[in-house]
Structure formats: C-alpha cells, structure tokens
C-alpha cells in the first residue's frame, strides 16, 4: 500500500470538505429538498397499471376527478417502468379515492392496485420534528460517549465529521432531487452509527500510541497520528468495502421501496470513510496542536 502523509496535507482535506459543504449548501438553498408526504402533507398515490403510460395520461385521469396535478408531479416506477407514483399537494378524502379507482380502472384496465398514503399537515409537522430530534440526540449521546471514553477534543472532532457526512447526503438527495422521506433518516441514523464506530477505531489507536510516547512538538503530533492512521488503514477500507457490497446487492436487487435508502446508505458509507480518516483525526491534530503551541509558549515564559 503507497503510503503518504495524511496530517500534514490536512488543509487540502479541510479545503475539499469546504467546497462540498460550500455547494450543498447553495444546493439547498437555491433547489431545498424534495420532502415526501412523510414530511409535508399532501397524498402520494402509488398505481400499479402494467402497461407503458405517459405521465400526461395520468395527470387527466386526475383532473377528471377534481384532483389536479402536472405530468411533473408524476414518476414511473416498479421493475419496468409500469408503476405510476403520484404526489398531490392536498389530502384526498374516501369519496375521492373511491372515484379516483374507477376512474384509474377505466383508463387503465390492466391496473391492479392502488395505494393511497395521506398525511395531514399536523402529523407532517411532527414527523418532522421527530426526525430532526432523532439526529440531534444521537449526535449528543455518540458526543457524550466519546467524551468520556476518550476527551473533549475527540468527542467534537468525531461529531464535526458525523455532521459532514450527514450533510454530504443531504446535499446529494438534493441535488438530484430525490424524495426525503422516513427510510432517508433511518439511513442517515445508520451511517452516523457506522462512521462514528470506524472513528473510533482510529481515535483508539491514536490514543494506544500516545501512552508512552512524548510529544513535543507538531512534528511528533503529526508523525504519530499519521502512523495510527495507516495501522488501522487496511481495516478501514476493508470495512468499508465490505459493508458497500452489501449496499450496492441491495440497491440493484432490494427493490424500489428501499432503493433510496440504499443510495443514501452508499453516499454515507463512502462519506463516512472519507471523513474518518481524512477529516475527524485530522481536526482533532489542529486542536491539540493549539494546546502543544500553548504549553511552549508558557515554558518559554517560566524559564
């Protein structure tokens, strides 16, 4: 393996990590999030129709019933394309639904099935605070227990990583527009667990080799946690590579409910394996080297 040194190139990670945070962030801000009805409320209405379909096609089978929406607002999907997804901006009632069937049957009569998911303004709000709760408190409790396993200094570096990975997904889903619904938080949550676990590992390491070790200078900081760094660099790769196997089998062949999860599963775990090596040590070397300039600083003043 071509070793190289990652601590000292550290600003160069800092900068790349800054202009992806830099254009997710006007991502965000110029397109925001295509938020599910998990999220907002409105009706998703999911037809399976088995046959080709123009979208143009469904959207008058809506208007008919007085439930209008543009060809935008519907996607095809299912194994080949024969499943029309439909989002509605507003809840539909029993009557509605029940003329929405016999209308979806008269134009299509090779249609078997359809689900009806409507989420009111109330619960589209709670859901969304129960969502942003969920992040925060496991940041906090991943944080605390950093904190008192390691330090301070290690438990802030891991959590800045978990938020740069967490808005790395963000970032993408929004970019390509891909609807955020429940499953997308579940995935964050597990890629916030598996990245804080392969942290660990390395902050482990780097703790193991401080014992004993003296410490001087940056230059002993930096040589150090670059060869923590490359002992547990073969498992973190393995690791990782392992688990996209799994994600990449699921995202191909797990079907369509979950393939937005897989994707954002596959977007975090490399993220996560980025910033674990290249981002969480790295800042945790910058604020231990401000306490190191420090402590020469107040040696120097006593003698």
Not at 57 to 84: C, H, R, W, Y
Not at 155 to 182: N, P
Not at 255 to 269: Q, R, S
């Amino acid at each position: 393996m071509i070793r190289f040194a990652i601590i000292e190139r550290r600003k160069w990670f800092f900068l790349l990590s800054g202009t992806i945070t830099l254009a997710g962030l006007i991502v965000i801000l110029l397109f925001g999030l295509n938020l599910g009805t998990d999220f907002k409320p409105g009706t998703r209405v999911q037809i399976q129709l088995n046959q080709a379909f123009q979208p143009s096609t469904v959207s008058q089978v809506f208007q008919s019933v007085n439930l209008p929406v543009g060809p935008s607002g519907i996607t095809a999907g299912g194994k080949d394309n024969e499943m029309a997804i439909v989002m509605l901006g507003e809840t539909v009632d029993s009557q509605q639904q029940d003329a929405l069937q016999t209308a979806i049957k008269k134009a299509f009569p090779h249609a078997v099935g359809t689900e009806v998911d409507t989420v009111s303004p109330v619960i589209a709000q709670e859901q969304s605070q129960t969502a942003v709760w969920a992040v925060l408190l496991a940041s906090l409790g991943i944080m605390i227990y950093v904190a008192l396993r390691f330090e301070f200094r290690f438990a802030v570096a891991g959590i800045v990583a978990l938020m740069h990975d967490a808005f790395i997904v963000i970032s993408v889903f929004a970019l390509l527009r891909i609807e955020v619904d429940l499953p997308f938080i579940a995935a964050v949550l597990t890629i916030v667990g598996y990245s804080i676990n392969d942290t660990i590992v390395i902050f482990d390491r780097i703790r193991e080799n401080l014992k004993g070790a003296k410490v001087n200078s940056l230059a002993d900081l930096e040589h150090l946690v670059n060869h923590s760094l490359w002992q547990t660099m073969a498992r973190s790769i393995n690791t990782v590579l392992t688990v996209l196997f799994a994600a990449i089998t699921l995202y191909f062949f797990g079907g369509d409910p979950i393939h937005n999860f897989c994707f954002a599963l596959l977007v975090g775990l490399i993220s996560g394996a980025y910033s674990s090596i290249f981002i969480a040590s790295p800042i945790w070397v910058a604020w231990r080297a401000r306490s190191l300039h420090k402590g020469a600083k107040r040696s120097d003043a006593t003698a």
